[in-house]
T-cell receptor, first 112, second 111 residues
Framework: DAGVIQSPRHEVTEMGQEVTLRCKPI?????LFWYRQTMMRGLELLIY????????DSGMPEDRFSAKMPNASFSTLKIQPSEPRDSAVYFC??????????FGPGTRLTVT | GNSVTQMEGPVTLSEEAFLTINCTYT??????LFWYVQYPGEGLQLLLK?????DKGSNKGFEATYRKETTSFHLEKGSVQVSDSAVYFC??????????FGDGTTLTVKP
C-alpha cells in the first residue's frame, strides 16, 4: 500500500497567488481530513470529508480557503489569495471504518 | 467541545530512562484514544490506540491505558532510546468521527 500521497511536498509562492494542495487517500478509506501544523498553533483540523461529503469545515480559517473531494481517490485544498500567515505544513489523512487516521508526509507551504 | 491536554515539553531524558507523557481529555460520550508520533520532516504515525475504558494500547515498548475515571491516557515506556526522539501527540476521535489532537510533546533522548 502506498499510503496517503500528497503533492507537492514543498511549495514556495508569493503573496496573492493561488495555491492548490493535493491529496490521494489510501484506497478503500472513506474519510479524509486536512490539517495545518504551525509552531504557534500546533496541529489544527481544517476540514474533513465522509464519503466525499464535507462533514465539518469549522476549522477552515476564512473564505480564502476551500476544499473539494470530487471522488473517493482525490482531494484538493486551495488557498486564494495566499498570505504569508498561511505558511505552514499541511497534512492530509484518511481512515477507513476503524478509528485510526493515516497521515500523509505533508506539504510545506511558504508564502513570501 | 472536546479537548486534549498534554504535558508540556520539551522533555529531555537520558537513554534507558523511564518515560511518562501525561494526557487528559474532555469529551462527550466514549471517544477512542490514540498516541501518534512524528519524526522530523515526516507526517504523524499511529503509535498505539485504545477504543474503550480499561483498554491498554501497546507498541514498540510504549503503553497507555484508557482511564475513564480520570479521563486520562498517559504514555509510558520503561527504557527510552535515542531513536525515540520525536514529537508525541495524544488524540481522541468521537463516535461521530471528529478528531481532536493535543499540542504535542517534544521528546529528546540523549545517549
Amino acid at each position: 500500500d502506498a499510503g496517503v500521497i500528497q503533492s507537492p511536498r514543498h511549495e514556495v509562492t508569493e503573496m496573492g497567488q493561488e495555491v492548490t494542495l493535493r491529496c490521494k487517500p489510501i484506497s478503500g478509506h472513506n474519510s479524509l481530513f486536512w490539517y495545518r501544523q504551525t509552531m504557534m498553533r500546533g496541529l489544527e483540523l481544517l476540514i474533513y470529508f465522509n464519503n466525499n461529503v464535507p462533514i465539518d469545515d469549522s476549522g477552515m480559517p476564512e473564505d480564502r480557503f476551500s476544499a473539494k473531494m470530487p471522488n473517493a481517490s482525490f482531494s484538493t485544498l486551495k488557498i486564494q489569495p495566499s498570505e504569508p500567515r498561511d505558511s505552514a505544513v499541511y497534512f492530509c489523512a484518511s481512515k477507513a471504518s476503524t478509528y485510526e487516521q493515516y497521515f500523509g508526509p505533508g506539504t510545506r507551504l511558504t508564502v513570501t | 467541545g472536546n479537548s486534549v491536554t498534554q504535558m508540556e515539553g520539551p522533555v529531555t531524558l537520558s537513554e534507558e530512562a523511564f518515560l511518562t507523557i501525561n494526557c487528559t481529555y474532555t469529551a462527550t460520550g466514549y471517544p477512542s484514544l490514540f498516541w501518534y508520533v512524528q519524526y522530523p520532516g515526516e507526517g504523524l504515525q499511529l503509535l498505539l490506540k485504545a477504543t474503550k475504558a480499561d483498554d491498554k494500547g501497546s507498541n514498540k515498548g510504549f503503553e497507555a491505558t484508557y482511564r475513564k475515571e480520570t479521563t486520562s491516557f498517559h504514555l509510558e515506556k520503561g527504557s527510552v532510546q535515542v531513536s525515540d526522539s520525536a514529537v508525541y501527540f495524544c488524540a481522541l476521535i468521537t463516535n461521530a468521527g471528529k478528531s481532536t489532537f493535543g499540542d504535542g510533546t517534544t521528546l529528546t533522548v540523549k545517549p
